[in-house]
């Protein structure tokens, strides 16, 4: 027999977004491994501040469902003279923040908002880089550990492109659901008769307003979660000239005033279960 792709030996990293996706390769890693993971072996999920309150309770139904401990972390900076240890916070299902928190201190940071314009770093410092500097505070060095993703088989675009970014070169990337030919379709199914689920209508996705998915998906959006706008436009009046997405939160409000309603099933090849890492270039959360 072959090796099981989820059997993962450590020192590794497993980012676990909140999402249906990487939670399904939660599970079948911790069953490859008979429910209790390698001491080396460590699960993460970065909280942004701003992902969907059903998310979080997902994530902590997963951790006490499974008996999987899961590390919530939050950016604090990214600045390389402060020590790596105090460069996040570890939280956890109650204390963890629900105002948008760490995002706030990164837009800070950068005196700046992510954008089609600035770039689109919300990923690359709110999660990818928390979760590596979690790991170096344990003292592993980027290279030293394998970064376990929840990239799909109907995904493989981004299986390909991540390796073949140079700033991934030293990273040791693991695709498990990838390698075992796990589709959208599989996970769906899956979850359909699993005893919970995420709260969370097909379409919408963990980051409520995500602004770097498509026109049509923002404007669904905006229609299902509106109390979540005003966060999203205050701070795009406040860095004026900027949006955070190609079409500012004040025009896809406009949208959705205007344009004709569109059930979610439309909506899907746009937005589909998203997963932070699924849709910033930086990658991997």
């Known amino acids: 027999m072959g090796v099981n792709p989820y059997r993962i030996e450590g020192p590794a990293l497993i980012s676990f977004s909140g999402g249906r ?8 890693i911790l069953d490859a491994h008979d429910g209790k993971l390698p001491d080396d072996v460590h699960v993460c999920f970065a909280n ?11 994530v902590h139904e997963c ?13 604090v900076t990214n600045r390389k003279r402060v020590p790596v240890e105090e460069r996040f916070n570890v939280v956890g299902y109650n204390s963890a923040s629900r105002g948008g928190e760490p995002f ?19 990923t690359e410092y709110l999660k990818v880089s928390t979760m590596a500097d979690f790991m170096g505070a344990l003292g592993y060095r980027e290279g030293a550990f394998s970064d376990v993703i929840g990239f799909r088989a109907d995904e493989y675009d981004r299986v390909i492109e991540l390796p073949a970014k140079p700033r991934n070169a030293k990273r040791r990337l693991v695709f498990p659901l990838a390698t075992v030919g796990i ?15 995420l709260g969370l209508e097909r379409g919408t996705g963990n980051c409520g307003q995500c602004p770097f998915l498509s026109r049509k998906a923002r404007v669904a959006r905006v229609r299902l979660f509106p109390e979540d706008v005003p966060w999203w436009s205050d701070l795009e009046r406040a860095h004026r000239g900027f949006t955070f997405g190609e079409d500012s939160f004040a025009d896809i409000e406009r949208m ?14 746009d937005a589909a279960e998203s997963e932070c890492f699924g849709w910033c270039d930086r990658s991997a959360a």
Do not use: Q
């Open 21 to 28: 996706t990487s939670a399904y390769m939660l599970w079948h």
């Open 48 to 58: 942004t501040g701003k992902e969907r309150e059903e998310t979080l309770r997902f």
């Open 63 to 75: 951790e006490t469902r499974w008996s999987v401990r899961v590390n919530w972390l939050e950016f």
């Open 104 to 122: 706030l201190r990164l837009i800070a940071l950068k005196k700046a908002i992510p954008s089609t314009v600035s770039g689109r770093w919300c």
């Open 183 to 197: 589709r959208k379709a599989d996970i769906l199914t899956w979850w359909a008769s699993h005893p919970f689920d």
């Open 256 to 269: 959705a005033r205007e344009s004709p309603l569109l059930p979610l099933s439309d909506i899907e090849a």
